[in-house]
Each structure stands twice: as structure tokens, then as C-alpha cells.
């Protein structure tokens, strides 16, 4: 129910407590996502299909609530690239985000619709602002879950769609056992 006040736990194995909505994404969910898609398509049809990640959020629907969710990205690679999140635009431009970094290390890929990319990191303590008109995406680039909180407008929307079909314009992949970016060749902006 939306304008009633609330008060919820932080961590756990939901990251919060209680949640009123949860999303799994799994492999087949971002078989267009990750860059080696020959590798994703040879995974799934060996019946290979890990969680990748999970969302539990408290959702409210009015303009001028927030949504407060918890992002859980488990370890893992495709190939040389990490583990990731969707990323998507908000489908209202002027609406930013607050990621607050909870456990695991990471990085959060920014990028304006010109395919300028921002990189900041995400740990324990960590406060990553994403200001308007930014598509974001998360990366676990740690060997433990990445959890971080997230806190938003709740009529912000997702565009996952410009996202699907240009990608990023930068990868984070694994180069000599470290986390590097690196120009996505595949970037269709
Ligand atoms: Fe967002």
C-alpha cells in the first residue's frame, strides 16, 4: 500500500526485510546480454543456466515515493566477462538513483546515450550516484555475492530495451586474474 509508512530490516539473505517484490534473473533471461553469445547459446543448450541475480524490493507506485530495493549479484563469469545486471534507462529521463554497497566489491557502468561510459566502484560503505539520463548496470567483480541497495523514484520505469539492442559501450572482463574495462566491440549505439 503506497504512503504507509514502513520500517524494514537491513541484510540477511534478502539483503531486506520484508520485501514485496522479488525478480530472478537467470542466464536464458540475458542470453542477449553477455558478449560471447556463442558461449551463452552452448551453455543453455547443455541445460547450463545459473542465476545470475536477484532483486527484493519494496515497491511503491506514486510520484514522489521511492522504491527500496536490494540487488544480490552472485560470483561468476561467462566466458572472461563478470557477472551483470540487465542495466537499462530510466523511461523518466529526469529521475536519478542511490546505490549504497552493502557487501562484495563491484563496479556500476553509467553511460549517457552518446556511449559515454562513467565507472565507479562498489563496496561495503560505498554510496555510487547515478544522476539523470544515465543508463546504469552492475558488475560483480568479486569472488562473494555483490549486495548493494538501491533507492529510486517509483515512477522512474525501466527501458531495458535500448540497453538489449545497443549494449554497453564498455565491458568488464577478467584480464590476468583483475578486473579491466575494456571497448565492447559489439557496442551498436
Ligand atoms: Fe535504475
Known sequence: MDREPYS???GGPTGIYPYTVKVERYLE????YFHDRKLVEYMLSRGENPLIYVVYEISRESEGEFNVGCTI???????DE???TKG??????PTSEVYIGISGEGVILMQDRSGNVAAEEIKPGTIVYIPPGLAHRSINTG???LVFLAIYPSDAGHDYETIR????????VER????TIIDNPNYRG
Open 165 to 172: 539492442r545497443s549494449g554497453f559501450a564498455k565491458l568488464v
Open 88 to 93: 537499462h534507462f530510466h523511461l523518466k529521463e
Open 143 to 145: 569472488k562473494t555475492d
Open 29 to 32: 533471461d540475458l542470453r542477449e
Open 73 to 79: 549479484i552472485y560470483p561468476g563469469k561467462v566466458g
Open 82 to 84: 563478470y557477472y551483470f
Open 176 to 179: 590476468n586474474g583483475k578486473p
Open 8 to 10: 524494514a530490516k537491513l
